[in-house]
């Protein structure tokens, strides 16, 4: 299908004007026009998976084998004596992004569902979750630097205001600090998307520019001429091209980020200071120790919908934009740092995972549990092997899924009273055994019981890291044996909290409640049912994944060490 990707992008966007549009006396077409919107997203996603040739190995450093591909010139602008810009709306998918597009519209539609019981301001909260559910789709697919910078910036701010005007009683609080912490994040993102587009040029156009012929000259010809200086300044078109500033050779000669320069600040190479500054821009979305405080307090206040989007998927974007950006434009620098962000992973898994066990609240505890799970999303890609990077990803996907679930299970018993100290709580078994089934589900998948997906995830980080010391060198088997005890705290904190709230007599902090405590009803079988049936399938077959992602992750390997 011709433009598939721009649909799946566009569609909730198309969603959002007709929530707009339609008038308040038709408000109960808001919530039919949302989850119409992100199902049709969700289908379209599901025909591009199975269109998806696995068997590809992709170019990291290129459009070779790239897939439905969409790329036009959007703009352009000569410079004079600087050369000239051109920015392309740039949309393609390979092993690298193609499971982040299946999980985003997976999260994005359950997520849909889970907002039926929005009662207030219906016409603003349903079309700023579908803008939402844009700005995340086109992270994920497009290739052009400037074009994800800008989905990347527009995630920010229906964000914002759907913390902000629905969150719980410190919302305002946890939306101003979601807002700084992000921003701040993309600042940092920016210096350096700045910093390439001054070193990083298009050899393709930059011949058109200078009147060469792509039917003489190959690409490896132009990007000689380039270094050695045959081709004017004035004639090199520089490009966000993500692909383009994976590759060594299209960077300008002598420019700022230029791997052969010997251009330095505070006096490091300034190619690894513009290293730091993306892994902290994107270590604030992931988030990661010491940048992850904002999480807790935005989980708690975020309506159940909100949390479920954003553990299930947005936090995601910063795994990925590591991926993407940081380690394929910066192999050596991620090499350099390979020991710090080791053990920036190491530390977030223990440090998460302690945090969990200490808290009262239901949704601060999985707030946390996310911050120790995404520790091994770090810790994985500091390994720089395959099972380390396969496990990375894996995680992010199987995560999205364990904590979508995790977080409509926290939704379900505050939907019911209004509460969600684990204190307050005992016996709930035998007020709501089914409720109790998939909560035991959700609390076993999540800390890496076998036959879950998150025991596949963690299982090949572990590999990787144990690996990576005798295979490339990166980090100590140390760490991965240190960060095992993360495990340990995980069954801790999970099966302390489901003896608390789950085991023993029934009983209830407020004797009103026990009315309101009826088991799950239709709605809510239709959110928790096909996310246990995918953690399962995905645990038991993990080929559903890696068939699709193999092929990407040996690529982006082979690119890793080919540049260390």
């Known amino acids: 299908m011709e433009h598939l990707l721009s649909y799946i992008v566009f569609i909730p966007l198309v969603g959002a004007a007709l929530v707009l549009l339609t008038p308040k006396a038709y408000e109960h077409l808001y919530r039919v026009l949302a989850i119409s919107s992100t199902g049709l997203t969700l289908l379209l996603i599901l025909f591009a998976v199975t269109s998806f040739n696995g068997a590809l190995v992709p170019e990291i450093s290129g459009e070779g084998n790239l897939q439905m591909m969409e790329k036009a010139s959007w703009f352009s602008l000569k410079l004079g004596s600087l050369g000239a810009l051109s920015v392309d709306y740039f949309l393609g998918v390979d092993g690298l992004n193609i499971s982040m597009v299946l999980l985003a519209g997976i999260v994005l ?111 490896p010809d132009i990007q000689s001429m380039v270094l050695e200086g045959q081709i004017d300044k004035t004639e090199v078109v520089k490009s966000f091209n993500m692909l383009h500033m994976a590759d060594p050779a299209n960077y300008i000669p002598g420019s700022l980020l230029d791997k052969s320069g010997l251009g330095t600040l505070f006096g490091q190479p300034i190619r690894w200071i513009a290293f730091l500054a993306i892994l902290i821009g994107f270590a604030i979305k992931l988030p990661a120790f010491p940048f992850h405080t904002w999480l807790p307090d935005a989980h708690v206040e975020a309506p159940t919908p909100l949390s479920v989007v954003l553990a299930g998927i947005l936090l995601k974007v910063g795994g990925y934009g590591l991926i993407r950006t940081a380690y394929a434009m910066f192999p050596d620098a991620a090499f350099h740092y390979a020991w710090l962000i080791g053990f920036i992973g190491m530390f977030s898994i223990i440090y998460g995972a302690m945090n969990a066990l200490a808290q009262k609240d239901l949704k601060k505890l999985i707030a946390f549990s996310s911050v120790s799970h995404m520790g091994f999303v770090l810790l994985g890609l500091a390994a720089m092997t395959s099972e380390g990077v396969s496990g990375a990803i894996y995680q992010m996907f199987s995560h999205g899924l364990i904590s979508s679930m995790l977080f409509l299970i926290a939704g379900v018993i505050y939907d019911r009273t209004h509460d969600r100290m684990i204190e307050n709580y005992g016996g709930l078994a035998h007020q709501l055994p089914k409720y109790t089934v998939f909560v035991g589900i959700a609390f076993f998948a999540s800390l890496g019981l076998p036959g879950f997906s998150g025991f596949i995830a963690e299982l090949f980080v572990f590999l990787g890291a144990f690996k990576s010391a005798s295979v490339i060198g990166a980090i100590p088997a140390w760490m991965a044996v240190v960060s095992t005890l993360g495990l340990v705290l995980a069954a801790g904190y999970y099966l302390w909290t489901f003896q608390k709230m789950f085991l023993g007599k029934f009983w209830v902090k407020e004797k009103k409640w026990v009315p309101a405590l009826k088991d799950l009803t239709i709605h809510e079988y239709l959110m928790l049912v096909p996310l246990v049936i995918l953690i399962i399938a995905f645990g038991v077959y993990p080929s559903l994944l890696l068939d699709l992602i193999n092929s990407g992750v040996e690529s982006f390997i082979d690119h890793l060490t080919a540049s260390i």
């Open 109 to 219: 539609f359950i997520g849909a569902i889970a907002c039926w019981n929005i009662k207030e301001k219906k016409k603003a909260y349903f079309s700023l979750y579908l803008l939402l559910c844009t700005s995340v789709l086109g992270c994920f697919v497009a290739l052009d630097f400037f074009l994800f910078y800008l989905f990347f910036e527009f995630m920010l701010l229906p964000m914002y205001f759907l913390i902000g005007i629905w969150g719980g009683p410190r919302r305002e609080y946890a939306a101003i600090k979601f807002f700084l912490y992000t921003l701040a994040g993309s600042i940092l993102i920016l210096i350096v998307l700045i910093g390439l587009y001054n070193s990083v040029y298009d050899p393709i156009k930059t011949a058109e520019m200078a009147g060469l012929s792509m039917a003489e000259y190959t690409i």
